[in-house]
């Protein structure tokens, strides 16, 4: 059996009449990485609060490592977890914090020792030991609050955005840390984030959230080239993928008034389709200066420089879309362009509210 | 004793980099913690309320006990009935009522004035507001010994000084004044004693009122060309509003209930609560001091009602004009 | 502009004045010599003795009902202190995070118990304390559970502010390491909140050593039990003494003073807190 399963877990507060997620099924094996992805308010700490144990499940089953654990209480529940604002008792040291959860389980002091000295090797924290949280700099107070966690050796480590209050820089060095501590322990870990280059770079499977539910759970890859739906195509991927809305009707897209003619990279669904949404991410689009069938037609407004890459920004029958291009391009706007989708990197999903994927 | 509202809004508060997930209302309550909760809050409120269900119960079966000692009838409205006839609480109740019209605004204009003093930006600002607070410190029974000393009879500063014995000073008057012979002069005292007391806490309330007005509604208005009266008149009070309510419903409510001032310098002109104590202490009568506690616990009540009622009536509509 | 300052600067002037010379007085009396008090209307009283002693001082040490007042006062408002902040903390606490049907009444209760006038609650007050079983308690601690009456929602108020100020995942995080409720609150909880619940302690405490209603009428008919200040009002019905009266309300006033001086720190604290709000 699988070592952490969520079977229709739904979560009502108390105070609130709708679910605030509902129906969350997922199956973790050990050692794996899972990422919990969506936009703010979407449920993730909600799923997350009722895998540590401390918001009651409101319906559905959890089994953490073969045991029913919708019952238990956190302690219970061999978890450790990291908040978002680390939660370091400010009132004693690094040292007295780290073991603070040994100590409450009556571990013997030798043991205590032990465990500290190898989370503080792991952490690089050594020295630090009798420092109080408030001096410390914030990515110390984050690995503090990784150390409390680890010498539990806990079966399953749940995160809560634990590097979105660190600095841009600092987050990436904690993201590569990150990624090698659970290498290298081998720990089953779900991790909540909004960032979507977070959860690419460190998962090994990604779920995305939206509303409350579950959209799509699957690899990096999957979510990122075999997306379900709009949400889940336009949530993952920085910068997000153009869409454009329109229909298809005798061999051609017609987008904001503009017919382009179905061709080359540009196929339809194998599916019948009328109101329908195209999207093509912008690596996938590249700018040719002259008429080509199943091209999109445009001017250029401007280009975004980010250093590696540049992206042409063009406007398409009144949208802005964007395409990749290499660094130091240089194009002057105003002149008609046309953007070339790469075959096979075509999306296509259906023109109503649900946005499915058509195939 | 300071004002709850002031406590409400200014209890002191250690913050340790509170987290997204922190709301400040409390969180709604799930089953399991439904118990722990009422567990930490039982001790507490069982203590108060038993406390004061007791008290009250108390105060109304004693004070319908009337007649001689071992031989009372029960129930009988007779302390009440007395009380209603003896011209001694009529005299009382309408002193009590001076007492408190005259002491509550009196009280929010003197803290009015200290937070004024000390809401802008000076050196020694700290040690200023720390003396300030001083007289709140010290037991009321101490601010009564130096206002007695001050007002001694027949030879203290305040007669030397109105003697003309200082030299610097005109003679005003030529015989010592026997403060506490006079009634308007004793209840004077009293409340001079309560006021210089207690002004720390109507000082509190207001500067947090003052506080919470944002310099930038100040400098606003200096840029559109008012002046500090205008900007005192039309930014300041209307906002103050609130803060100025609160005074005087919590500064009424510690005017009634005064006891120790009038009973130290106003002994022969007891107000309702030294009736209390005469009619306890003295004429050794439990049950009627229970009646006259009950009474004035009913008047505070009603007041008290009645001002916030007023105070509302006039904040919606002062406000909104 | 400059009229408003000097305007401002002479109501600090006044203002100052009005609240130090008092104190003043007081101190100048507690040193005062006997031809200082005693002018028989042929001089005004100095405003500095003639010749300034601590006689005073040294008689009031010298007696021991002083020094069993002072005792008392000090066990009371510390039996007070621990009382309240045992029953009142944990009650802010479970006010300062959980939302529940009865919370405005609780809250409501709090308040309204401000309007019990102190002389009249101590009339049933000390009736029940004459009777059996009660009358069987120390004086001491039938005083510091009257007290506790009066501190009690005050620290109450004052405390759950502190309470709301810690971050809930301090709660969680111990949850999950294995705390229990009592130990997450005795252990987490109580040591983060220990600095704001002190403004609670010093100000019960104050109010304890101040009171006077209460420990008037337990104590009446006990002369033991004094505290300070029902003491300074022994004193005063017995002698009307100026030096010796303004030395013993020096004595009483002296650790309120030092106290209130850390007092006002939290105050200044928690002003600006509520202010930011
Ligand atoms: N204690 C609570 N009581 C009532 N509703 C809540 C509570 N906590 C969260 N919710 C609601 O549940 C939904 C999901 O919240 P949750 O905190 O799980 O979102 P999230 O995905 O973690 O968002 P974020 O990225 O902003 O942290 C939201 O609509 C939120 O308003
Ligand atoms: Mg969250």
């Not at chain 1, 779900?190 to 959209?215: C, F, K, P």
């Not at chain 2, 799930?30 to 722990?36: D, E, K, S």
Request: glycine share 8%.
């Amino acid at each position: 059996m699988s070592h952490v399963v969520l079977r229709g877990v739904g979560k009502r507060y108390p105070n609130s009449q709708r679910f605030a997620v509902r129906n969350i099924n997922l199956e973790l094996a050990r050692g794996e990485f899972l990422t919990l992805v969506g936009p703010s308010g979407c449920g993730k700490s909600t799923t997350l609060r009722m895998i540590a144990g401390l918001e009651e499940i409101t319906e559905g089953d959890l089994y953490i490592a073969g045991r029913r654990a919708n019952d238990l209480p956190p302690k219970d529940r061999n978890i450790a977890m990291v908040f978002q604002s680390y939660a370091l008792f400010p009132h004693m040291t690094v040292a007295a914090n780290i073991v603070f959860g040994l100590k409450v389980k009556g571990v013997p002091p030798a043991e205590r020792q032990r465990k500290l000295e190898w989370a503080c090797e792991l952490l690089d924290l050594k020295g630090l030991e009798h420092r109080r949280p408030a001096e410390l700099s914030g990515g110390q107070r984050q690995r503090v609050a990784l150390g409390r966690a680890l010498v539990l050796e806990p079966e399953v480590l749940l995160l809560d955005e634990p590097l979105s209050n660190l600095d841009a820089k600092l987050r990436l060095r904690m993201r590569t840390e990150l990624k090698n501590l659970h290498r290298k322990l081998g720990l089953t870990v779900i991790y909540v984030t909004h960032d979507q280059a977070e959860a690419m770079t460190l998962s090994d499977r990604i779920a995305v959230y939206d509303n409350g539910r579950i959209v799509q759970v699957g690899t990096p890859e999957e979510v990122y080239y075999d997306p379900v739906n709009r949400f889940v195509a336009g949530f993952i991927g920085a910068p997000p993928m153009n869409f454009f809305d329109g229909w298809l009707e005798g061999g051609a897209f017609v987008t904001g008034g503009v017919r382009v003619p179905l061709g080359h990279g540009l196929q339809p669904p194998r599916e019948p389709a009328g109101a329908v949404t195209l999207g093509v991410r912008p690596e996938d689009l590249t700018p040719v200066y002259e008429e080509t069938p199943g091209a999109l037609p445009g001017r250029v407004a401007f280009i975004e420089r980010l250093g590696s890459d540049d992206y042409l920004v063009v406007e398409v029958a009144g949208i802005l879309a964007q395409a990749r291009v290499p660094a130091g391009t240089r194009v002057e706007s105003g002149r008609p362009v046309w953007l070339v989708p790469r075959p096979g990197r075509v999306y296509w999903f259906a023109g109503d509210e649900e946005g499915r994927r058509l195939r | 004793m300071p004002g709850l509202a002031a406590l409400a809004t200014g209890a002191a508060g250690v913050r340790t980099g509170a987290g997204p997930r922190h709301h400040l209302g409390g969180d709604p309550v799930g089953r399991r913690q439904r118990l722990y909760m009422w567990l930490m809050l039982f001790p507490a409120f069982f203590y108060l309320v038993t406390a004061f269900g007791l008290i009250l119960y108390e105060m109304v079966t004693i004070s319908l006990l009337y007649g001689p000692p071992g031989a009372e009838a029960y129930p009988s409205l007779g302390n009440y009935a007395e009380m209603l006839a003896s011209p001694e609480f009529w005299a009382a109740l309408r002193r009590t009522t001076v007492f408190v019209v005259i002491g509550t605004p009196l009280q929010l204009l003197v803290g009015l004035g200290l937070a004024l003093l000390v809401h802008r930006e000076f050196r020694l600002r700290g040690m200023v507001r720390a003396i300030f607070m001083l007289p709140i410190a010290i037991p009321s029974v101490v601010t009564a010994v130096i206002i007695s000393l001050l007002f001694s009879v027949p030879y203290g500063h305040v007669n030397d000084l109105l003697m003309g014995r200082f030299g610097w000073f005109p003679r005003l008057v030529s015989a010592p004044i026997n403060w506490y012979a006079s009634e308007p002069l004793a209840l004077g005292l009293a409340l001079l004693g309560k006021t210089w007391r207690d002004m720390p806490i109507s000082m509190l309330i207001l500067l947090a009122g003052l506080g919470s007005i944002s310099e930038e509604q100040y400098e606003a208005a200096r840029t559109m060309g008012a002046t500090s009266w205008q900007q005192f008149k039309y930014i300041t009070v209307p906002q103050l509003v609130p803060a100025m309510a609160s005074v005087l419903v919590l500064r009424s409510i510690e005017a009634w209930k005064e006891f120790i001032f009038p009973y130290i310098l106003a002994p022969s002109f007891p107000v309702l609560g030294t009736l209390i104590d005469h009619a306890y202490h003295v004429a050794k009568r439990p049950s009627y001091a229970a009646a006259l506690a009950l009474v004035l616990v009913v008047l505070i009540a009603v007041t008290t009602g009645v001002l916030n009622r007023i105070l509302r009536f006039l904040e919606t509509h002062l406000v909104k004009a | 502009m400059k009229r408003i300052r000097l305007g401002w600067a002479l109501g600090l002037a006044v203002a100052l004045f009005m609240i130090l010379f008092p104190l003043y007085i007081l101190f100048k009396y507690s040193i005062a010599d006997r031809a200082s008090i005693v002018t028989g209307g042929r001089y005004p009283e100095p405003l500095w003795p003639f010749a300034p002693t601590f006689e005073m001082y040294r008689y009031l040490v010298s007696r021991g009902d002083f020094w069993a007042a002072g005792v008392t006062s000090v066990r009371i408002a510390l039996y007070t202190v621990a009382l309240s902040l045992t029953l009142g903390a944990p009650a802010a606490y479970a006010l300062a995070r959980y939302r529940f049907a009865g919370y405005g009444v609780l809250i409501f209760t709090l308040l309204s118990l401000r309007l019990f006038p102190d002389i009249a609650t101590v009339i049933p007050v000390v009736e029940r304390f004459y009777k059996p079983p009660l009358n069987a308690l120390p004086v001491e601690v039938q005083v510091a559970l009257a007290h506790t009456l009066l501190s009690l929602p005050y620290v109450i108020f004052m405390s759950i502010g502190v309470f709301q100020g810690i971050p809930k995942d301090l709660e969680e995080q111990a949850a999950i390491l294995g705390c229990s409720r009592l130990y997450t609150f005795t252990r987490i909880l109580l040591p983060v909140a220990a600095p704001g619940l002190a403004a609670g302690a010093i100000y019960t405490f104050l109010l304890s050593w101040n009171e006077f209603i209460f420990a008037y009428y337990l104590t009446f008919t006990n002369p033991e039990g004094a505290t300070l200040p029902v003491y300074l009002l022994r004193v005063m019905a017995w002698t009307p003494q100026k030096n010796l009266l303004a030395a013993l309300a020096v004595v009483i006033s002296v650790p309120v003073i030092l106290f209130s001086f850390l007092v006002q720190k939290y105050m200044q604290a928690g002003l600006t807190a509520g202010a930011v709000k």
